[in-house]
């Protein structure tokens, strides 16, 4: 019988599809893309293609609907998990089980008064599914309106300050997970170590507790509350976020947080100091980032200033708000893009602001958003690790990109970006090296880990963590450069920006005391120029002008003469180099260009 064409009595028909993802993970090795278990599910049941092309009352493809209930259930019974986002993983416990009709029946029954969705009909849950065992989580508790803790304590609740935040996390928090009332901020004085009088991230533990109840409204939980006075001070890996959950599955330094606010045990303050990012932040010799970075939030409920997409906007990124939304979200998925264009089409730009619309914040920290450009004579060990002399002889020594894994590693509940810029002019098989693999969005997890040709210490592995992500930029009109390796393309999102003169950038021009008979000039003279470029054999779409060059960023007293100056100092000398072979034809580009001023 074919796959869709079985039920298991009394269940939902999804039910018969609890042995089959187990079985097809199993094959593939233990963990797969959703769409890898899609398609090895229906190869190997002989499903139909009609079926594969029916959809539910949602629009969703009803397979793929059942598959992904299959998974959500599994999950809640502990036997699939994600070790990082888009990827499907069998527990030990879920490699070890042979599913029988009666026990998927016991499955469905034990977690099906928790849910009130038509499973076989609504979308099936996305993303993270938090499994059943005990989870751990770590919450803040001010408000604008002060601390709530004793609130909290009283009423025996927790609750979510936000109305538009956290609540799916919220939601994920189930009778009996152990939460924690924390504070987090920084030190500079009377630490158990020494510090050298830099700043170091605290967190203050108040209460844990055991959750009784959720109310499935993203807001409040019951919980049955033990206060900590004094509280107990944590160091070093800390949470900022109001609300995140220990990812003591993956991540040893979240076990040993959990293990020090629920289980008592004293901080192994030696064993952090020797972590690459703090052993270097207080190190007595070195210079770390962290002495010469701004003082970072005294603590994690301290108001901030937020940046988002409409931000972008207003900063003047001419772009609808759709499809920055979209770039986000393509970054967040794929952890990895590079911002792709002609001169002049405000990479750059653009690259800063995504990273700190990732982030969230205006002015995040150097340590959180940080610049790179490739050049030819990068190599691995400038970028990656590599031999460093010191006054001790050669010393292996981090690059940047190693820098940056080591401090989203220490801080990791909140984003971390790295920009490279001109990313195509360096050799990215010699400056990545092991790094192409392990940049991934598939294989951000320890258990991806792998050894470097550089190893600080036998058996050393490393992961790119999950809270990284990177932005690239690359110039497509740089004729001395050779075609991007295919095996960065492979990890990278590819995102083409346009010369953009529309009626945004009109406003802009106008906001800076440009008028609208020189606005209407300056977007048909830039656009022939640009009809020409594109029509040009020698030259095509990809060299054509940006609107940065004639984007003003301050008031301009006499828009005509900014617009005249801009031919002669900046696109005059780029069309000279176009068309270094046939100096007439820019001579002629830049005539027409000045033709009514």
Same mark, same amino acid.
């Given at each position: 019988?074919?796959?869709?064409?079985?039920?298991?009595?009394?269940?939902?028909?999804?039910?018969?599809?609890?042995?089959?993802?187990?079985?097809?993970?199993?094959?593939?090795? @233990?963990?797969?893309?959703?769409?890898?278990?899609?398609?090895?599910?229906?190869?190997?049941?002989?499903?139909?293609?009609?079926?594969?092309?029916?959809?539910?009352?949602?629009?969703?493809?009803?397979?793929?609907?059942?598959?992904?209930?299959?998974?959500?259930?599994?999950?809640?019974?502990?036997?699939?998990?994600?070790?990082?986002?888009?990827?499907?993983?069998?527990?030990?416990?879920?490699?070890?089980?042979?599913?029988?009709?009666?026990?998927?029946?016991?499955?469905?029954?034990?977690?099906?008064?928790?849910?009130?969705?038509?499973?076989?009909?609504?979308?099936?849950?996305?993303?993270?599914?938090?499994?059943?065992?005990?989870?751990?989580?770590?919450?803040?508790?001010?408000?604008?309106?002060?601390?709530?803790?004793?609130?909290?304590?009283?009423?025996?609740?927790?609750?979510?300050?936000?109305?538009?935040?956290?609540?799916?996390?919220?939601?994920?928090?189930?009778?009996?997970?152990?939460?924690?009332?924390?504070?987090?901020?920084?030190?500079?004085?009377?630490?158990?170590?020494?510090?050298?009088?830099?700043?170091?991230?605290?967190?203050?533990?108040?209460?844990? @507790?055991?959750?009784?109840?959720?109310?499935?409204?993203?807001?409040?939980?019951?919980?049955?509350?033990?206060?900590?006075?004094?509280?107990?001070?944590?160091?070093?890996?800390?949470?900022?976020?109001?609300?995140?959950?220990?990812?003591?599955?993956?991540?040893?330094?979240?076990?040993?947080?959990?293990?020090?606010?629920?289980?008592?045990?004293?901080?192994?303050?030696?064993?952090? +100091?020797?972590?690459?990012?703090?052993?270097?932040?207080?190190?007595?010799?070195?210079?770390?980032?962290?002495?010469?970075?701004?003082?970072?939030?005294?603590?994690?409920?301290?108001?901030?200033?937020?940046?988002?997409?409409?931000?972008?906007?207003?900063?003047?990124?001419?772009?609808?708000?759709?499809? +920055?939304?979209?770039?986000?979200?393509?970054?967040?998925?794929?952890?990895?893009?590079?911002?792709?264009?002609?001169?002049?089409?405000?990479?750059?730009? +653009?690259?800063?602001?995504?990273?700190?619309?990732?982030?969230?914040?205006?002015?995040?920290?150097?340590?959180?958003?940080?610049?790179?450009?490739?050049?030819?004579? +990068?190599?691995?060990?400038?970028?990656?690790?590599?031999?460093?002399?010191?006054?001790?002889?050669?010393?292996?020594?981090?690059?940047?990109?190693?820098?940056?894994?080591?401090?989203?590693?220490?801080?990791?509940?909140?984003?971390?970006?790295?920009?490279?810029?001109?990313?195509?002019?360096?050799?990215?098989?010699?400056?990545?090296?092991?790094?192409?693999?392990?940049?991934?969005?598939?294989?951000?997890?320890?258990?991806?880990?792998?050894?470097?040709?550089?190893?600080?210490?036998?058996?050393?592995?490393?992961?790119?963590?999950?809270?990284?992500?990177?932005?690239?930029?690359?110039?497509?009109?740089?004729?001395?450069?050779?075609?991007?390796?295919?095996?960065?393309?492979?990890?990278?999102?590819?995102?083409?920006?346009?010369?953009?003169?529309?009626?945004?950038?009109?406003?802009?021009?106008?906001?800076?005391?440009?008028?609208?008979?020189?606005?209407?000039?300056?977007?048909?003279?830039?656009?022939?120029?640009?009809?020409?470029?594109?029509?040009?054999?020698?030259?095509?779409?990809?060299?054509?002008?940006?609107?940065?060059?004639?984007?003003?960023?301050?008031?301009?007293?006499?828009?005509?003469?900014?617009?005249?100056?801009?031919?002669?100092?900046?696109?005059?000398?780029?069309?000279?180099?176009?068309?270094?072979?046939?100096?007439?034809?820019?001579?002629?580009?830049?005539?027409?260009?000045?033709?009514?001023?």
């Amino acid at each position: 019988m074919k796959l869709f064409e079985q039920k298991i009595e009394g269940v939902p028909q999804f039910v018969s599809y609890f042995g089959p993802v187990l079985d097809v993970l199993r094959d593939l090795g @233990g963990e797969a893309k959703p769409k890898q278990v899609f398609e090895a599910i229906a190869e190997r049941y002989e499903v139909s293609e009609d079926f594969l092309n029916q959809t539910n009352k949602n629009g969703q493809p009803k397979f793929n609907n059942r598959v992904a209930w299959a998974r959500f259930y599994l999950v809640k019974a502990g036997l699939l998990y994600s070790p990082k986002r888009g990827i499907w993983a069998l527990t030990e416990e879920g490699k070890a089980t042979e599913m029988s009709d009666e026990l998927a029946v016991d499955i469905f029954r034990r977690e099906r008064s928790a849910l009130k969705a038509d499973e076989d009909e609504d979308q099936a849950p996305e993303g993270e599914i938090v499994p059943d065992g005990v989870n751990y989580w770590f919450v803040g508790a001010a408000w604008d309106e002060g601390d709530q803790t004793p609130r909290f304590l009283e009423k025996g609740i927790w609750q979510n300050g936000y109305d538009d935040k956290f609540s799916h996390l919220v939601r994920q928090m189930k009778q009996g997970d152990k939460i924690a009332i924390k504070a987090t901020y920084t030190r500079k004085h009377d630490v158990p170590f020494d510090n050298r009088e830099r700043a170091v991230s605290a967190m203050r533990i108040k209460a844990i @507790g055991t959750i009784t109840g959720n109310h499935d409204d993203g807001k409040t939980v019951e919980v049955f509350w033990e206060e900590i006075d004094p509280p107990r001070e944590w160091f070093f890996f800390t949470y900022r976020t109001t609300v995140a959950r220990a990812r003591f599955e993956d991540d040893e330094m979240a076990r040993q947080l959990v293990s020090f606010t629920f289980e008592g045990k004293d901080q192994d303050i030696e064993r952090f +100091l020797k972590h690459p990012y703090w052993a270097e932040k207080y190190a007595e010799d070195i210079e770390p980032l962290a002495a010469i970075e701004e003082q970072e939030e005294a603590d994690d409920e301290q108001p901030i200033e937020p940046y988002g997409v409409d931000d972008i906007i207003a900063d003047g990124g001419f772009m609808t708000r759709g499809t +920055l939304q979209g770039m986000i979200s393509r970054i967040e998925s794929k952890k990895n893009i590079i911002l792709q264009g002609a001169p002049g089409t405000g990479k750059t730009w +653009l690259a800063k602001r995504l990273g700190k619309a990732l982030i969230g914040k205006r002015n995040p920290s150097p340590g959180q958003l940080r610049s790179v450009q490739f050049h030819p004579s +990068l190599s691995y060990e400038d970028f990656v690790r590599g031999y460093r002399p010191s006054s001790n002889g050669l010393v292996i020594t981090d690059g940047i990109f190693l820098q940056v894994v080591e401090v989203a590693r220490a801080q990791p509940d909140i984003a971390h970006v790295l920009i490279i810029e001109e990313i195509n002019r360096g050799n990215p098989a010699q400056v990545f090296g092991e790094m192409l693999t392990l940049l991934e969005n598939t294989k951000r997890s320890r258990a991806d880990a792998i050894e470097l040709a550089y190893r600080k210490q036998p058996g050393e592995r490393v992961h790119v963590p999950d809270n990284l992500y990177i932005i690239g930029t690359m110039n497509v009109a740089d004729r001395s450069l050779a075609l991007v390796d295919l095996a960065l393309r492979r990890r990278f999102a590819f995102v083409s920006l346009e010369p953009v003169l529309n009626d945004s950038w009109a406003a802009w021009c106008s906001d800076r005391n440009i008028d609208g008979e020189t606005i209407d000039f300056i977007r048909t003279q830039m656009t022939a120029l640009n009809d020409d470029i594109s029509s040009d054999r020698s030259l095509g779409p990809q060299f054509r002008i940006g609107h940065s060059y004639v984007t003003p960023n301050e008031t301009i007293e006499d828009a005509k003469a900014w617009f005249k100056d801009v031919i002669e100092t900046e696109i005059g000398p780029l069309l000279e180099e176009y068309w270094f072979d046939a100096p007439e034809r820019a001579t002629e580009a830049m005539a027409r260009l000045r033709n009514g001023l």
